[in-house]
C-alpha cells in the first residue's frame, strides 16, 4: 500500500533493527520506482537489503497480509497512495528459484528471473532481474521501461552473520506532460539511474553478555539524464539493545549519513548525524517505549522525544494506545523523484520534522482486527509539489514551514483460515498551512480495499479498491487546477496447474479513468495483462 514507507531515522532505524520496540529508518532507504502514470498500485519491490529471500508458502498469497497475531505490536500507518497502471509481484519471498514472463496490453512485456541458491546452512545466495515497460497509445511519448538487476550473499559461521547485497535500477520515463506534441521523445527522456550497495554484520545467536548489536553500511549513486545531475550518500549505522529483568530492555545507537548532490545549478553536501538511546518495557499487560535522538543537521542541533505508552484493557480485544513521537525524514532528490519522477533536476533540498500526538484502540476478536487512530501532527518544512512556470511539464518542490494536520485513521482486517483475507483502510487530513492556500497534490481523503480469496487452493482472486478525494494543483497563481477525486478497481486472477507451473492474469483501472496524479499527466486507462510462472 502505498506507501508511502515510509523513516524516522535513528530512534526509528535502531529500535527496529535491534529490539521489540521497532521504528523504521531514513527515507533514503526508499527505491526509485517506474512513473505514476503507468503502473498499478504495486506491492513493494525488492530492496535487496543484505537478507536472504523469505520462503514462500505452497499456498499462494497476495503480497499484502492482513496481520494474523495481535495489533498490539504491529505498528500502523495510513496507506501510501499510488497511481494505477501496471504492477508486478514482489520478488523478494520465495524459497524457489523461477521465471515468469508476461504480455499485455500497451505494449507491455514483463519478465522476471530469480535465482535462490540455500543448500548451504552457512551461506546462501541469489541473484534477480526484473523488466516491466509499457507504451500509451492516446499520449505521444507516454511510455517507460524499468529494469532491476541485483545479487546478494550471507555468510553465517554460527555467532556472527555477514551479508551484501547489490542493486542496480535504472528507469526510463518522458516528460509527455505537455500540450506541445512536437517533441521528439529522445529530447524529453529521463533516465533515472540508480546504484545500491549494502553490507551489513549482526550477531546470530545469543552471546554470554545477552546483548543484540548489528552494523550496517551503505552506499548509493543516483543519475538523473534530463538535468544532468547526480547524487551520492554513503550511510552508516551501529546500535546494540540488552534485554534485562525479562520485561525490560535498553537501546541505543549512532547513525552517520553524508551525501552530495549536483545539479546544473548547485552542489550541495549535506552531513546528518543521529544518536539515540532509549528504555522499553512489555509484559503483555503494559507496554512503554521512552527513547530520545539527538540529531545533528549541517550544524543545527534537535532533540527528536519518542514517548509511548500502551494497556491492555480486556485480553487482547482492546488495547488503547498514546504517544508523541517528533521524527526526523531526510529530503534528497532520491526520495523526491521516487514520488514524481517528473521533478526538476534544480530543486531546493530541505529536511522535514515531524511531530505527532496520537492516540487510540485497536484489537483482535478470532480472525477479525482493528485500530482507530486520531493525531495531531505539527510538520516542518513540508515538501509540496508545484508546476514549473516556464515548463508546464516538470514540476518543483516547495517548502511550507509549519504546517498542522488533524490526522484520523481507521484500519480493518478479516481473516479466515488461509483462504480469505480483507483489508480496508481510510485515511483522513485536515490540513493548515502557513505558506500555502492547500496542501498540493495531497488528497484530504484516501481509502482502499484489498481482498484475496483461495478456491480450492487451485484458484486464486484478488480484488483492489482504491479511492481519493479531489486535491488541488499548483500551475501559476491564476491557474490552480482542481484534480477531481476517482475510484479505482483492479482484478487478479491466478490458476495454479501445479507446483512448478502456474498461470495468471492482471486486469488495471477497469472503469477506465484517465484521472492525473500530476497536472498534464494522465495514468493510463484499462489495461491488463497475462503470463505464466516457472518455479525450479
Not at 505514476?36 to 503480497?63: Q, R
Not at 484493557?313 to 508523541?324: C, M, N
Not at 516556464?390 to 478479516?414: A, I, Q, T
Not at 483462504?419 to 481523503?445: F, G
Request: glycine share 8%; proline share 3%.
Amino acid at each position: 500500500m502505498r506507501y508511502i514507507g515510509y523513516a524516522f531515522i535513528s530512534a526509528c532505524f535502531m529500535a527496529g533493527s535491534f529490539g521489540a520496540y521497532a521504528q523504521t529508518g531514513t527515507n533514503d532507504q526508499v527505491i526509485i520506482t517506474r512513473e505514476y502514470e503507468a503502473k498499478v498500485k504495486d506491492a513493494d519491490k525488492v530492496s535487496l537489503s543484505p537478507n536472504i529471500p523469505e520462503e514462500e508458502d505452497h499456498t499462494p498469497k497476495l503480497s499484502y497480509k492482513v496481520p494474523e497475531r495481535d495489533f498490539k505490536d504491529i505498528p500502523f500507518e495510513p496507506n501510501p497512495l499510488k497511481p494505477l497502471g501496471m504492477s508486478t509481484d514482489k520478488l523478494e519471498r520465495f524459497n524457489s528459484s523461477y521465471i515468469k514472463l508476461g504480455f499485455g496490453s500497451q505494449l507491455t512485456p514483463l519478465a522476471e528471473l530469480m535465482y535462490n541458491d540455500n543448500k548451504s546452512k552457512k551461506i546462501k545466495y541469489g541473484f534477480f532481474y526484473d523488466h516491466l515497460s509499457q507504451y500509451g497509445f492516446h499520449i505521444k511519448n507516454q511510455k517507460f521501461s524499468d529494469d532491476k538487476a541485483g545479487a546478494y550473499v550471507k555468510y553465517d559461521p554460527g555467532k556472527v552473520e555477514l551479508s551484501a547485497g547489490f542493486q542496480f535500477h535504472n528507469l526510463r520515463t518522458h516528460f509527455y506532460g505537455s500540450p506541445d506534441t512536437v517533441y521528439d521523445g529522445k529530447a524529453i527522456r529521463q533516465n533515472l539511474r540508480d546504484y545500491d550497495l549494502n553490507i551489513g554484520l549482526k550477531n546470530s545467536q545469543k552471546n554470554k553478555i545477552g546483548i543484540d548489536y548489528a552494523a550496517a553500511l551503505r552506499g548509493n549513486y543516483m543519475q538523473e539524464t534530463y538535468g544532468k545531475g547526480y547524487e551520492y550518500f554513503v550511510n552508516g549505522k551501529v546500535g546494540a539493545a540488552y534485554t534485562f529483568l525479562k520485561y525490560h530492555s535498553a537501546f541505543a545507537g549512532f547513525q552517520a549519513d553524508i551525501s552530495n548532490y549536483t545539479s546544473g545549478r548547485q552542489s550541495l553536501t549535506r552531513n546528518l548525524f543521529l544518536t539515540n538511546i532509549g528504555y522499553g518495557f512489555n509484559n503483555d499487560d503494559w507496554k512503554a517505549r521512552a527513547a530520545l535522538t539527538i540529531a545533528a543537521d549541517n550544524g543545527k542541533v534537535y532533540a527528536l522525544p519518542d514517548l509511548y505508552i500502551e494497556k491492555r484493557l480486556y485480553q487482547h480485544k482492546l488495547l488503547v494506545y498514546a504517544g508523541w513521537e517528533i521524527r526526523f525524514q531526510k529530503n534528497s532528490f532520491k526520495t523526491l523523484s521516487e514520488r514524481n519522477n517528473f521533478v526538476n533536476s534544480d530543486i531546493e533540498l530541505k529536511n522535514t520534522r515531524i511531530s505527532d500526538f496520537y492516540g487510540g484502540l485497536k484489537g483482535t476478536v478470532e480472525g477479525f482486527s482493528y485500530n482507530i487512530r486520531m493525531a495531531y501532527r505539527n510538520i516542518s518544512n513540508m515538501g509540496l509539489y508545484y508546476s514549473d512556470y516556464f515548463d508546464n511539464k516538470r514540476f518543483y518542490v516547495s517548502y511550507d514551514p509549519s504546517v498542522s494536520d488533524f490526522n484520523g485513521l481507521l484500519e480493518l482486517g478479516y481473516n479466515h483460515k488461509d483462504d480469505l483475507r480483507i483489508l480496508a483502510s481510510l485515511d483522513i487530513n485536515s490540513y493548515s498551512l502557513s505558506n500555502n492556500t492547500k496542501a498540493w497534490y495531497e488528497p484530504l481523503v484516501k481509502a482502499s480495499i484489498k481482498a484475496s480469496y483461495i478456491i480450492e487452493k487451485k484458484i486464486v482472486v484478488g480484488v483492489d479498491l482504491y479511492a481519493f478525494s479531489n486535491y488541488y494543483g499548483f500551475l501559476a497563481p491564476d491557474n490552480i487546477r482542481n484534480i477531481h477525486g476517482t475510484v479505482d478497481a483492479n482484478l487478479n486472477l491466478e490458476y495454479i496447474f501445479n507446483k512448478r507451473l502456474s498461470f495468471f492474469g492482471k486486469l488495471n483501472n477497469i472503469a477506465h479513468q484517465r484521472y492525473q496524479m500530476w497536472a498534464n499527466y494522465p495514468v493510463y486507462g484499462i489495461n491488463g495483462l497475462v503470463g505464466a510462472k516457472f518455479s525450479f
